[in-house]
Structures are given as C-alpha cells and as structure tokens.
C-alpha cells in the first residue's frame, strides 16, 4: 500500500474514533499512534489530514449538507460522513494533491470500509462538491 494511501486510511480511522468519541484532538492523536507505529511520512501526513479536517469541520459539513440531496449530515453512516469529510478537506486544502486523487482516493476507502452503496454516494458528493469549489490553479 502507498504511503498516502496508508496515511488516509489512518486519518480515516481517527476522524471515526473522533465523531464516535469526541476526545481532544490531541488526546485521540496520543492514544492512536500507541496502537500503530508508521513511518514518520505516513504518520505526518495522517496528522496532517486529520487535524486540517477537524480544524475546518465548519466549513465542511455546511459543504457536505449543501451536495448531499436530501440527507442530513449526522443521519449519514459515521464511515460514510468522515470519508466525505476527509475528501473535502483534501479537495479545498490539498493543492499538491490533484482532484481526481482526492475523489479516487475516497472511493477506495468507500469499498473498503463503507456498505455496498458507500463508493457511489461518496463519489457524487465529492464530484459536486468538486464542481463547485473548483481551485484555482
């Protein structure tokens, strides 16, 4: 598995243990890296993922509920919500990592940790959002 790909997958698993739990941050983070030892790269870039998308948790969400027709944000399966949410952050704040990275990169964490349907709502939602906050280059 490729470092980044490790390190979502990680960030992944903080966000949940964060929307589950709700510790500090800097707690979750303590008691995470206890149970796993990454190299140093994966590990930077996991923080970095998850303390950018908790620290723009009320710019995401807001985002996520405006793309997500008809459903609300805390209805959303918890997996399903922090993918999304991590895809975001990647999408708006993520400039070395292209677009089309950061959706594929959601969809794979979708089939691998979601239900069956999870790959295709996270796939249409990070896709608008994607179209409508479009970066700059």
């Known amino acids: 598995m490729r470092s980044r790909t490790k390190s979502r997958e990680y960030a992944l698993q903080m966000l949940y243990q964060a929307d589950i739990r709700r510790p500090e941050p800097a707690q979750l983070l303590q008691e995470f890296w206890q149970e796993e030892d990454p190299t140093a790269e994966v590990k930077d870039f996991a923080e970095q993922l998850f303390s950018g998308t908790v620290g ?25 919500r922090n993918i999304l949410r991590l895809g975001v952050y990647e999408l708006l704040h993520m400039n070395d990592v292209p677009p089309k990275v950061c959706i594929n990169e959601a969809i794979e964490l979708a089939k691998r940790f979601g239900d069956a349907q999870s790959s295709k709502f996270i796939n249409g939602i990070l896709d608008a959002v994607h179209k409508a906050h479009a970066r700059v280059s």
Do not use: G, T
């Not at 948790?57 to 997996?79: G, S, Y």
């Open 56 to 80: 723009h948790l009320e710019e995401i969400d807001p985002l996520i509920a405006k793309h997500a027709d008809n459903w609300d944000i805390k209805r959303m399966a918890v997996i399903d």
